[in-house]
């Protein structure tokens, strides 16, 4: 039987985000999403909302790489890897993203999320102390919830350096101290300052952890991500990412890192023990977007031009940009209903672009997120901006 007092809880949430203009609007597509979307009841819009940062989440290559995985493999093992055995396609991933980020050995997941929830509790002991980066993803938030409660947590200022000394200074004792920085913070569409970072770890000895779901494809000459784009490829304890962004764009995750490390979270993380692994079709396509990626860095270096040519355009409109190489500009608009309601304004223009507010950023700080993608002709850049100069 339904509970009452929780249809009418749910309800009266609901009537609240309707009534004041907050409510979130699921879009269906029905077609793939490439540098345009067919969108149902709306047409066609250009897409400035996506990670797919490189444009291959529609290329020819990418998708025939998925059918030929689902030919060779089926649907999966209906099992978890240690049961069933590893398919050899994705021992095959797990090479290719080691060697593209910089470690020696790396292992895959369904996605970033299940990664990041996999690394923390899994390799920080109860005596080491993990210190995180006040806006780091939520993903690894719940992460470290997740760590043994005798472990000490800290939060340190984002990307504040002295901050993070003073705390890495006070916590001298512990056996492991753990760093854990956004490559690129989503929201805000900045950097850490992996050099200044990375100096700090080797003086007091501290691991260093890098989610660069929002960095690997997008930064660096050659799409290797944000230790590529400081020059500190190799130089990273341990690296999460997502499969699901600039590579391929459909799901997965993983985890890089030394062999030993990979080994233990194999044997003993939960996400990878108690679940399923990507679904070969999956994996293939993600592989064959890094093969695509290596042998056509002038995807990176148009992504780059776009991202330049964007950032230009909307500080000509008279918009608040700040200076940041990535691919996510943020324009602030402080007022939710607002920022929905211009959100669907351009999207009337055929702009697709989302209005993000409460709980996913704090309140009084909704913003339309600006996402960037190689496959952006120069003449969907001027339409966007032309529809921009009407909000």
């Excluded at 994705?90 to 090479?95: N, P, T």
């Excluded at 996605?111 to 080491?128: I, K, M, Q, R, Y």
């Excluded at 784009?229 to 799901?251: P, R, S, Y």
């Excluded at 964007?310 to 939710?336: C, N, Q, Y």
Aim: hydrophobic letters at 45%; aromatic letters at 6%; a negative charge.
């Amino acid at each position: 039987m339904p509970n009452a007092r929780f249809d009418l809880r749910a309800r009266d949430l609901l009537s609240g985000l309707s009534e004041t203009r907050q409510l979130k609007a699921f879009h269906e597509l029905i077609g793939p999403l490439g540098a345009t979307a067919k969108i149902a009841g709306v047409g066609e819009a250009i897409v400035l909302c996506s990670n797919n940062y490189l444009g291959l989440a529609d290329h020819p290559e990418v998708i025939e790489a998925g059918h030929e995985g689902l030919r060779k493999y089926g649907a999966g093992t209906a099992s978890v890897r240690f049961i069933c055995g590893t398919l050899q396609c994705h021992r095959e991933l797990e090479a290719s993203i080691a060697k593209l980020v910089g470690t020696a050995a790396a292992l895959s997941y369904v996605s970033c999320w299940c990664a990041n929830e996999a690394v923390f509790p899994t390799l920080v002991g109860p005596n080491d102390a993990i210190l995180s980066d006040e806006l780091n993803h939520a993903s690894i938030i719940d992460g470290i919830r997740l760590v043994n409660k005798q472990a000490e947590r800290g939060v340190y200022k984002h990307n504040d350096l002295a901050d993070l000394e003073a705390k890495l200074k006070a916590t001298r004792e512990k056996e492991v101290r753990w760093v854990v920085t956004d490559g690129v913070f989503s929201m805000e569409g900045d950097v850490a300052p992996l050099p200044e970072i990375i100096k700090l770890c080797r003086e007091y000895e501290a691991m260093l952890v890098v989610d660069d779901s929002h960095g690997i494809g997008a930064l660096g000459a050659t799409g290797r991500g944000t230790p590529e784009h400081f020059g500190v490829l190799g130089q990273i304890d341990v690296i999460t990412g997502t499969l699901g962004k600039a590579l391929g764009g459909a799901a997965g995750g993983y985890v890089a890192a030394s062999p030993d490390a990979i080994s233990v979270l194999e044997q003993r993380g939960r996400p990878s023990l108690f679940s399923n692994a990507v679904p070969a079709t999956v994996a293939m396509s993600a592989r064959k977007a890094i093969e695509v990626l290596e042998r056509e860095p002038e995807r990176a270096t148009r992504l780059h031009a776009n991202v330049k040519t964007l950032r230009e355009g909307f500080k000509k409109l008279g918009f608040e940009v700040h200076d940041s190489p990535t691919a996510i500009i943020p324009l602030m608009i402080g007022d939710e209903a607002e920022a929905i309601a211009k959100s669907k304004r351009l999207l009337e223009l055929g702009v697709l672009v989302i209005g993000f507010g409460f709980p996913v950023v704090p309140k009084g700080k909704a913003r339309l997120r600006v996402q960037v993608s190689a496959a952006l002709s120069d003449d969907h850049i001027t339409q966007a901006l032309d529809a921009f100069s009407k909000l």
